[in-house]
């Protein structure tokens, strides 16, 4: 993966999330809208996150230390927890915020500016959006898949308050005027009963990777594999074990061979394993294989 593509990506999105962010939680202040001033609220927080992001993307690309020797991939999953969990917190909050404003009578609002604010918003947030997520899928990339969720959700946000106060610019003045003061509230409910979803499904994602829960499709293709070549070659047996940790999968295989049988030369032992991580499809950038032969089926 190419990264410092992706780490320029992230500094790009910091910039313009800080000015999104900033500006949003100045009108949204000034008008008092709920629902803007969130946003705004939100992108700033993302800022921070986004930074976080960028820190572990660095440290991903080194090689380890003598106290962390496997890597620092388990920092991608950790920090996601983290993302995820801000986030989960800062909507509910919101809807609290929300239903506090329902319960207290509303309040007025300039609908006309605020949707122009929206609109605008919107397109940057969801140009951004669509941006980022196909950078993510070019380099396969969970940092910037996280970065573009982050735009999604602000992109939602605006969109949402454009449609919300749309209606009450149309409904001002006429016979549905008293409730024009509750809509900045419904809108900001509606958006976190749309949008919670989202962090809460990133945290459980991640937390499956933090505890090390083997990923079903991996387990079955090992499985598979090895199955099929103990069978060719007359093994006893195997066992697998596989684990994926942010963008490293790790794959740790004991082949049960008869002692009396001899392996081989070395090179022969290392011709097997080229033959399974080829099997596999394996990429030594992307997982961390081993593979170990044992006549005592106690080491499975």
């Not at 910039?15 to 969130?38: E, H």
């Not at 290392?270 to 005592?296: C, M, N, Y």
Request: charged share 15%.
């Amino acid at each position: 993966m190419d990264n410092s593509r992706e780490q320029r990506l992230l500094r790009l999105s910091i910039v313009v999330t800080f000015i999104v962010g900033a500006a949003c939680v100045a009108v949204g202040l000034w008008m008092r809208s709920q629902a803007i001033a969130f946003d705004g609220f939100y992108s700033l927080v993302d800022v921070v996150l986004t930074a976080g992001s960028l820190m572990v993307s660095h440290l991903v690309t080194s090689e380890g230390s003598r106290r962390f020797q496997f890597g620092y991939w388990h920092l991608e999953p950790l920090l996601l927890v983290f993302n995820a969990s801000v986030l989960t917190a800062i909507c509910s909050y919101a809807a609290y915020t929300a239903l506090h404003g329902l319960l207290t009578g509303g309040h007025e609002l300039a609908f006309g500016l605020g949707v122009a604010w929206a609109a605008v918003m919107g397109v940057v947030s969801l140009a951004m959006a669509i941006y980022m997520h196909r950078s993510a899928v070019q380099l396969s990339s969970a940092l910037l898949q996280l970065d573009a969720n982050g735009w999604f959700i602000g992109g939602g946000i605006s969109v949402a308050v454009l449609v919300g106060f749309a209606i009450g610019l149309v409904i001002e003045g006429g016979s549905l005027d008293a409730w024009t003061r509750y809509i900045d509230s419904t809108v900001l409910l509606l958006i976190i009963v749309v949008l919670l979803p989202l962090p809460l499904g990133s945290l459980w994602h991640a937390l499956r990777e933090v505890l090390q829960v083997a990923p079903d499709d991996l387990d079955t293709r090992v499985r598979a594999v090895m199955g099929a070549l103990v069978h060719e070659r007359g093994y006893l047996g195997f066992s697998s074990y596989v684990a994926k940790i942010g963008r490293m999968r790790f794959i740790d295989i004991h082949i049960l061979v008869d002692p009396s049988r001899p392996l081989g030369a070395m090179a022969q032992i290392d011709d097997v394993r080229s033959e399974i991580a080829h099997r596999l499809g394996s990429d030594i950038r992307a997982e961390w294989l081993t593979i170990v032969f044992t006549g005592k089926r106690e080491w499975l």
